[in-house]
C-alpha cells in the first residue's frame, strides 16, 4: 500500500467520528508490515477526557486484533488548513508499540508530510527502554 492510499483510509474514517463538540473529524489508519490495515476515527464524549482520538482508536484496534509489532506508517487526516499531528498522548501510545514508525500529517486539502516518530517524540520512553 502507498503513504497516498493509507493517507486515503484515513480521510475516509471521517465519515465515522463522533464529533458534536469541536466538530472536526480526524480519521487515522496504521499499516502494518504483513499487509493489514487498521483504522480509527475520534470518539468525543460530554466528559472531555474521555475522548479518544482517531490514532489511539487505530492503536487499540491494532493491538486487540494481535498486531502488536511490525508497523510501518500511521497517517492522520484532518479538516483543517494544518497538518494534522498527533497529540503528546497519541505520540506516546504509538511509541509504546511502534518506536521506528513514519508518521503522515494529512491537511484537509490532501497534502501530507511524513516525519518519524522519533522526531515528534525525541528522547521517547517505552518497553524497551526500561528493562
Request: aromatic share 10%.
Amino acid at each position: 500500500m502507498t503513504d497516498r492510499e493509507l493517507v486515503k483510509k484515513a480521510f475516509e474514517m471521517h465519515q465515522f467520528a463522533y464529533v458534536p463538540y469541536s466538530c472536526f473529524p480526524v480519521g487515522a489508519a496504521i499499516l502494518a508490515k504483513d499487509g493489514r490495515v487498521f483504522t480509527g476515527c475520534n470518539v468525543e464524549n460530554a466528559a472531555y477526557g474521555s475522548t479518544i482520538c482517531a490514532e489511539r482508536t487505530a492503536v487499540l484496534k491494532a493491538v486487540s486484533e494481535g498486531c502488536r509489532e511490525g508497523w510501518e506508517a500511521i497517517a492522520i487526516a484532518g479538516r483543517g488548513e494544518d497538518y494534522c499531528w498527533p497529540c503528546g498522548a497519541c505520540r506516546q501510545m504509538l511509541y509504546e508499540f511502534a518506536p521506528g514508525i513514519r508518521v503522515l500529517a494529512a491537511r484537509g486539502d490532501g497534502e501530507c508530510k511524513m516525519v518519524p516518530l522519533a522526531e515528534l517524540l525525541p528522547h521517547g520512553f517505552g518497553p524497551r527502554s526500561l528493562r
